[in-house]
């Protein structure tokens, strides 16, 4: 069974910094991966999705890249700012299961 | 659009009781997903349905559980009896296998609380 695992569990850092969450996960015949963020007491926003095939995607100070071999994925956010504070999520889909990781709370500190 | 929509967005019942939980997805949209999140295990996908027929239905814990689609803009997901251990937070989520490759849409969620 796929396991999708995301370290750290928690993050702080001051406003202005760049910062990467990583997500691996444990069997590479993925689908497809999708960062999420969801803040609390809400749903879920999707940010990022990569298809197997691709490497990386970018949307605006977000950057997710996927190596497949390795079983990673990183989100990158540049020049972090206060709203960026929430829990990020990753997701692989392989087959017909998606499978999530327990998220990293990241708190960006004005 | 008004997004994935579910109702209620908080519920609160005896143990023994039935649950149902409503969801519409975003009009256009062919795939729905059903996900429990708790704190102990995290997001689960517990089923999910493309074109309205269920296609992987694994995830659903027990027979207790119970989930439809009768047309393309509502689906129901039951509970009954509810017990304890299936207070979460369950969301909806939907997407269309199309230009955007299955990105999931979520709605707001369910609050369920059974005592």
């Known amino acids: ?110 | 659009d008004a997004g994935v929509i579910q109702s209620p967005r908080h519920e609160v019942t005896e143990m023994g009781q039935e649950v149902t939980l409503r969801c519409k997805p975003i009009s256009g949209h062919d795939y729905l997903f059903w996900y429990r999140q708790t704190m102990m295990r995290g997001l689960e996908l517990l089923i999910y349905f493309n074109n309205n027929v269920p296609i992987d239905d694994s995830g659903m814990p027990e027979d207790r559980f119970s989930a439809k689609m009768p047309n393309a803009s509502f689906s129901t997901l039951k509970i009954q009896p509810s017990e304890p251990r299936d207070s979460a937070v369950y969301f909806c989520a939907s997407s269309f296998r199309g230009t955007y490759q299955e990105t999931q849409y979520f709605g707001p969620g369910t609050r369920l609380l059974v005592l």
């Not at chain 1, 605006?60 to 989100?75: E, I, V």
């Not at chain 1, 998220?103 to 960006?108: A, C, H, I, R």
């Open chain 1, 1 to 110: 069974k796929q396991e999708v695992t995301q370290i750290p569990a928690a993050l702080s850092v001051p406003e202005g910094e760049n910062l990467v969450l990583n997500c691996s996960f444990t069997d590479s015949a993925i689908y497809n991966l999708q960062w999420f963020r969801q803040d609390p007491g809400k749903g879920l926003t999707s940010l990022l999705l990569i298809q197997s095939s691709q490497r990386e995607q970018t949307s605006g100070r977000l950057n997710a890249s996927l190596d497949k071999s390795s079983g990673r994925s990183t989100l990158y956010i540049a020049a972090s700012q206060p709203g960026d504070s929430a829990t990020y999520l990753c997701a692989v889909r392989g087959g017909n299961q998606f499978y999530f990781g327990t998220g990293t709370s990241l708190t960006v500190i004005p």
